[in-house]
């Protein structure tokens, strides 16, 4: 059974940082492309990153580039997501997901960036 728990949301203000944690299971984890996405109330699910199981290589959504940096642990099966500089538009439940579509997702975890 897939199991996909993210933890480290919060509230922080403009220029902050948080860096969000997921723990995987219940799946080949090692050999799999993990991803994080995001919503808001006003949007449907939107991609925010992907990280590929081999080589580490990794992809941005583009308001998100420079800010955010996905990274995992094969060993302990985990993926981070470190977020600098966050904006009030970064305010969203962020889930990390098996696919980039956010199907198959966690129970999500809220940021709130606000003053």
């Known amino acids: 059974q897939v199991q996909l728990v993210e933890s480290g949301g919060g509230l922080v203000q403009p220029g902050g940082s948080l860096k969000l944690s997921c723990a995987a299971s219940?799946?080949?984890?090692?050999?799999?492309?993990m991803y994080w996405v995001r919503q808001t109330p006003e949007k449907s699910l939107e991609w925010v990153s992907t990280i590929n199981n081999y080589n580490g290589q990794t992809q941005y959504e583009d308001s998100v580039k420079g800010r955010f940096t996905i990274s995992r642990d094969n060993l302990e099966n985990m993926i981070y997501l470190q977020m600098d500089n966050l904006k009030p538009e970064d305010t969203a439940l962020y889930y990390c997901?098996?696919?980039?579509?956010?199907?198959?997702r966690g129970q999500g975890t809220q940021v709130t960036v606000s003053s």
């Open positions: 997901s098996r696919n980039r579509a956010g199907s198959i």
């Open positions: 219940g799946f080949h984890f090692s050999t799999s492309y």
